[in-house]
């Protein structure tokens, strides 16, 4: 399965974004999905996921309740909504796939999109 990820822009702390992750080549609905994100000199980390029928979710501590995590299986989609954005927010997003379990480690993860890049400013 091909990901790309788009949505990313620059945001003033509090502002909202929503990230998009499109998938083709294959039944996305056949795969986990996570979020994963890169700040500037730091590793890459876990945001979120979503299983396969979007009837389970789980976040990283430092975005729960603030972002959510949702999955159209119609269109092949899946989405990041990103609210009360602060400025550790700031990274490089990516949208990742697996066919296994939703995992916070990159390592379970086959099928990785180009990032999109979120900037949030004081």
């Known amino acids: 399965v091909q990901l790309q990820a788009s949505g990313g822009g620059s945001v003033q702390a509090g502002g909202s974004l929503r990230l998009s992750c499109a998938a083709s080549?294959?039944?996305?609905?056949?795969?986990?999905v996570g979020w994963f994100r890169q700040a500037p000199g730091k590793e890459r980390e876990f945001v979120g996921a979503?299983?396969?029928?979007?009837?389970?979710?789980e976040y990283a501590v430092s975005v729960k309740g603030r972002f959510t995590i949702s999955r159209d299986k119609t269109n092949n989609m899946v989405y990041l909504q990103m609210n009360s954005l602060r400025p550790e927010d700031t990274a490089v997003y990516y949208c990742?796939?697996?066919?296994?379990?939703?995992?916070?480690?990159?390592?379970?993860?086959?099928?990785w999109g180009q990032g999109t890049l979120v900037t949030v400013s004081s």
């Open positions: 990742a796939a697996n066919q296994e379990f939703i995992s916070t480690r990159l390592t379970e993860y086959d099928y």
């Open positions: 080549g294959r039944r996305f609905s056949a795969f986990i």
């Open positions: 979503i299983n396969r029928s979007g009837g389970q979710t």
